[in-house]
């Protein structure tokens, strides 16, 4: 199946940067949210950063100006009806995701397929509020998505070889890795780094160390770029914890307990860098 217009839905860091990645590909793309306002201030954003590419030789204007033709704001699911793939990047939440799921159901042509970004939450579950889970997949982008290399694809219990095989060969016409994983909590992205980021919110909830010392021991001493305290705080603490929450529930095991600080911070409206603090200050 080949993929020739696509809906983005959700204007954030994330749905921005998947539709900026779609319409440099080549590929017509609505990029949707509530609020027109929104979706263009996002669309502007998306310009700088090319425009910024150009300065730097990474792209030409040509390619500039091809990519945000084929952007297209969108404050209706209904511009769904003419797509063949529609990417959902809105909120971590099962039942606003499963909502959504549903009534694009009703929208879109039989052969469209469904797909999340989400970062956690069950496959399955999300295809089983549509008449066609056989169409339902996982596209977990990483962020920044212009940057990222990797998506994860997961299948859920009755997606298809077709579907996944669509995905997969777009996948790799944006010049992304794909990676196939099984539809468990957390997949392997977030059921591994976040266990690393909740531990090291243990490590500061407990006093083994300051928040800059753990964080220069993970850059300094296993080589990340970034210290899992800080990058805590780029993700956003509510999704931290939305995701711990999902691996505790999801395997019932005591080894994905959310910390209590982390409940303590996002109870604090500390987010992260989003609102200007969270395990750090920011301007």
Sequence with gaps: MSIQKVMVIGAGQMGGGIAQVMAAAG????????????????????????????????????????????????????????????VEAIVENMEIKCQVFSRLDQICQPDCILA????????????ASTTRPEKVIGMHFMNPVPIMKLVEIIRGLATTDATYQAIHDLTLVLHKTPVEVRDVPGFISNRVLQMMINEAIYCVYEGVASVEDIDTVMKLGMNHPMGPLQLADFIGLDTVLAIMETLYEGYSDSKYRPSPLLRQYVKAGWLGKKVGRGFYQYD
């Design 27 to 86: 590929i017509p793309t609505y990029l949707n949210d509530m609020e027109l306002e929104i979706v263009q201030h996002r669309i502007a954003f998306i310009e700088g950063l090319l425009t910024k590419s150009v300065a730097k030789n990474k792209i030409t204007e040509e390619e500039k100006e091809k990519t945000l033709q084929n952007l297209h704001p969108s404050v209706n699911l209904e511009d769904a009806a003419t797509c063949d793939l529609v």
């Design 116 to 127: 999340s970004n989400t970062s956690s939450l069950p496959i399955t579950e999300i295809a």
